[in-house]
C-alpha cells in the first residue's frame, strides 16, 4: 500500500502558544482577582484588631497621639504600616481620651499624675473612656485591572474604660 503525501498539510504551528494564552489570561485574571478580594477581607478584618491593640495598650500607658505613639506602634505589630497592608498606617489611627460622658476633657490632663489629681476633684475633667478609632482609610488593590475594588476601607472604632494610664505614683 503506498501513503499519499499531500503538499498542503493544515498550518497548526502556533495553535497551541494562541490556546495557552487565552487559558492564561483567564487563569491569571482569576488569580489575582482571588488574591485581590483575599487582600480586601484581610484588611476590613485587620482593621477591627489595630483599633483594639491600640486601645489596649492606650488604656494601660499614658500616650500621645503623634505617629510615633507606643500605642500605634504596637498596633501595626510593630512597624510603620500593618503587614500586607500599607493602606493602613499609624496616620490612620486615632487615639482620644474621654470623660465618662464621651467629651474630651477640658482642662485636658497633661500626664496621668495629672489626671489622678483630676478625677480627685471630680468626675468633670476625669478621663474615663479610651477610644480608638480607625479614620481616612481606602483599600488600594496591588493589581491595576481591579481599580473598581479601590474602596474605602469601614470605620472601626474601639472604646475601652481607662485603667491606669501609666500611673505608678
Same mark, same amino acid.
Given at each position: ?79 510603620? $504600616?500593618?503587614?500586607?497592608?500599607? =493602606? ?7 487615639? =482620644? ?7 474630651? +476633657?477640658? +482642662? ?12 480627685? $476633684? ?20 496591588? !493589581? ?6 479601590? !474602596? +474605602? ?7 475601652? +474604660? ?8
Amino acid at each position: 500500500m503506498m501513503k499519499i503525501y499531500s503538499k498542503h498539510k493544515p498550518q497548526q504551528r502556533g495553535a497551541a502558544a494562541v490556546e495557552f494564552a487565552i487559558i492564561a489570561l483567564l487563569l491569571f485574571t482569576l488569580l489575582f482577582g482571588i488574591i485581590e478580594f483575599g487582600r480586601l477581607f484581610y484588611l476590613y478584618n485587620s482593621v477591627q484588631e489595630v483599633t483594639r491593640h491600640a486601645a489596649r495598650e492606650a488604656v494601660v500607658r499614658w500616650v500621645d497621639n503623634s505617629n510615633t505613639s507606643p500605642a500605634k506602634v504596637m498596633a501595626l505589630f510593630g512597624g510603620a $504600616s500593618l503587614p500586607a497592608g500599607a =493602606e493602613i498606617t499609624a496616620s490612620n489611627i486615632n487615639i =482620644e481620651y474621654l470623660t465618662a460622658s464621651g467629651a474630651v +476633657p477640658s +482642662p485636658f490632663p497633661a500626664s496621668a499624675a495629672d489626671n489622678i489629681a483630676a478625677c480627685l $476633684s471630680g468626675p468633670a475633667g476625669c478621663i474615663a473612656l479610651v477610644r480608638v478609632s480607625i479614620i481616612n482609610a481606602s483599600y488600594v488593590p496591588m !493589581v491595576g485591572l481591579f481599580t473598581f475594588l479601590a !474602596v +474605602p476601607i469601614p470605620a472601626s472604632t474601639v472604646t475601652m +474604660p481607662a485603667e491606669s494610664l501609666g500611673y505608678t505614683g
